[in-house]
């Protein structure tokens, strides 16, 4: 047997090493971890058995139920005044398949994609196996970790064809505001660039207001919208994604997943249009505590030896800054991890901007929040 060549050099990223690390050890408090604690909520649960029991055991439609699709459209315009209709949806196996779908529809080898730093790691291997290439902007931390025009267009190159936009942002929990939005849709517009923006946070914006892509003036028809339920419902393990976009796109990223998984979980999807008309008022509420736990954390750090944080914005991560410490960001948490049993990651897992950076995740209870903040406080103290 041989591996693909494509699949040989794949190295353990440093975040596998990290949890890998973690789960060996005794009373690690571990601040790594991307979902949220709570699990999904029980009359969401319901729905599914509920779909089960009314013969929705069968092969779905490829591109999902019509009404999940309607489901889908309904929030994001009472959300965010997103305007779509249900052949612009394709539902997906998670936020993920929603980005690979879409860059298998869109990328000729020799075409580029440029991510914004830090990033959410899993695009990389995404656009390599599309035998495209990567175009990194990198971003600083006095910008909101918000690419500015002029850093866009430092790195633009004519094979430039989807940028990719996450905001809320993962690992940086920063949220891009609609002035810097517009700068960067006159880019797109100008180098004609396709783009793929990563919403799944938005419903754990509590500085400001999420903006959706899309709903700039003229973007619509050259963005795709990509979501899911893993973080604004709590339904990470039920692998509900999904994408709104130009029908175009969503047709063709609808053959390819039916060549991959023949659509999406039946009970999954009928449980997903249930959360989605039902429970506006717990994003609010999820939010709300999200928004405790950073508030709370953030002052923290803030007191600590040579640590500073920025206020927090959304999602459900910190990004503060350690530079002053004299560590790399590798070092900072492995020693942190080794000496105080506090679980983060490097800011590096996410590009080169993260040097100087951890990322810590605000999901877990403020009990552990407290003790975590008390250790690493002692920690910082004896470096
Ligand atoms: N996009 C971002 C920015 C993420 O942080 C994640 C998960 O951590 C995803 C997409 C994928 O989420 P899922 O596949 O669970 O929907």
Same mark, same amino acid.
């Given at each position: 047997m041989r591996i693909a060549d494509r699949f040989i050099k794949t190295p353990a990223s440093e975040m596998i090493r990290i949890f890998q690390a973690t789960e060996k050890m005794d009373g690690v408090l571990n601040l790594g971890i991307g979902e949220p604690d709570f699990d999904t909520e029980h009359d969401i649960i319901d729905a599914a058995a509920a779909a089960g029991k009314n013969g929705f055991t069968h092969y779905p439609p490829t591109q999902g139920y019509l009404d $999940?699709? +309607?489901? $889908?459209?309904?929030?994001?315009?009472?959300? @965010?005044?997103?305007?779509?209709?249900?052949?612009? !949806?394709?539902?997906?196996?998670?936020?993920?398949?929603?980005?690979?779908?879409?860059?298998?529809?869109?990328? %000729?080898?020799?075409?580029? $994609?440029?991510?914004? *730093?830090?990033?959410?790691?899993?695009?990389?291997?995404? !656009?390599?196996?599309?035998?495209?290439?990567?175009? &990194?902007?990198?971003?600083?931390?006095? %910008?909101?970790?918000?690419?500015?025009? /002029?850093?866009? *267009?430092?790195?633009?190159?004519?094979?430039?064809?989807?940028? #990719?936009? %996450?905001?809320?942002? %993962?690992?940086?929990? &920063?949220?891009?505001?609609?002035? +810097?939005?517009?700068?960067?849709?006159? #880019?797109?517009?100008?180098?004609?660039?396709? $783009?793929? /923006?990563?919403?799944?946070?938005?419903?754990?914006? @509590?500085?400001?207001? @999420?903006?959706?892509?899309?709903?700039?003036?003229?973007? +619509? *028809?050259?963005?795709?919208?990509? /979501?899911?339920?893993?973080?604004? @419902?709590?339904m990470t393990g039920w692998r509900v994604g999904y994408s709104i976009g130009p029908v175009e796109l969503i047709k063709v990223m609808t053959v390819i997943s039916a060549t991959q998984t023949f659509g999406l979980n039946t009970m999954a999807q009928k449980a997903s249009a249930y959360a989605l008309d039902n429970h506006d008022a717990k994003l609010i509420e999820r939010r709300d505590i999200f928004a405790d736990r950073m508030n709370y954390v953030s002052g923290r750090l803030n007191k600590m030896k040579n640590i500073t944080c920025a206020e927090a914005e959304g999602a459900f991560y910190l990004f503060p800054n350690i530079k002053k410490t004299g560590l790399t960001s590798k070092d900072f948490v492995w020693k942190m991890l080794e000496e105080s049993r506090v679980a983060t990651l490097p800011g590096t897992a996410f590009g080169n901007s993260g040097e100087g950076y951890i990322r810590i995740s605000c999901t877990r209870s403020m009990d552990v929040l407290i003790q975590s903040m008390d250790k690493m406080e002692l920690f910082c103290e004896k470096l």
């Amino acid at each position: 047997m041989r591996i693909a060549d494509r699949f040989i050099k794949t190295p353990a990223s440093e975040m596998i090493r990290i949890f890998q690390a973690t789960e060996k050890m005794d009373g690690v408090l571990n601040l790594g971890i991307g979902e949220p604690d709570f699990d999904t909520e029980h009359d969401i649960i319901d729905a599914a058995a509920a779909a089960g029991k009314n013969g929705f055991t069968h092969y779905p439609p490829t591109q999902g139920y019509l009404d $999940v699709r +309607r489901a $889908v459209c309904d929030y994001w315009k009472r959300r @965010h005044a997103l305007e779509s209709t249900p052949d612009e !949806v394709v539902l997906t196996t998670g936020g993920l398949q929603s980005s690979y779908l879409a860059m298998q529809a869109l990328l %000729n080898p020799g075409d580029a $994609v440029i991510l914004i *730093e830090p990033y959410f790691t899993q695009y990389i291997s995404q !656009v390599e196996l599309c035998g495209a290439g990567l175009l &990194r902007v990198e971003t600083k931390e006095e %910008n909101g970790f918000a690419p500015l025009a /002029s850093d866009l *267009e430092k790195i633009i190159t004519p094979s430039a064809k989807i940028l #990719i936009l %996450n905001s809320p942002c %993962n690992p940086t929990g &920063r949220v891009i505001s609609r002035e +810097r939005m517009e700068e960067i849709a006159a #880019i797109a517009e100008k180098y004609d660039l396709f $783009v793929l /923006s990563d919403e799944i946070y938005e419903s754990m914006v @509590h500085k400001g207001k @999420h903006v959706s892509f899309a709903t700039i003036p003229g973007m +619509r *028809e050259r963005t795709l919208t990509m /979501s899911g339920m893993s973080k604004s @419902h709590c339904m990470t393990g039920w692998r509900v994604g999904y994408s709104i976009g130009p029908v175009e796109l969503i047709k063709v990223m609808t053959v390819i997943s039916a060549t991959q998984t023949f659509g999406l979980n039946t009970m999954a999807q009928k449980a997903s249009a249930y959360a989605l008309d039902n429970h506006d008022a717990k994003l609010i509420e999820r939010r709300d505590i999200f928004a405790d736990r950073m508030n709370y954390v953030s002052g923290r750090l803030n007191k600590m030896k040579n640590i500073t944080c920025a206020e927090a914005e959304g999602a459900f991560y910190l990004f503060p800054n350690i530079k002053k410490t004299g560590l790399t960001s590798k070092d900072f948490v492995w020693k942190m991890l080794e000496e105080s049993r506090v679980a983060t990651l490097p800011g590096t897992a996410f590009g080169n901007s993260g040097e100087g950076y951890i990322r810590i995740s605000c999901t877990r209870s403020m009990d552990v929040l407290i003790q975590s903040m008390d250790k690493m406080e002692l920690f910082c103290e004896k470096l």
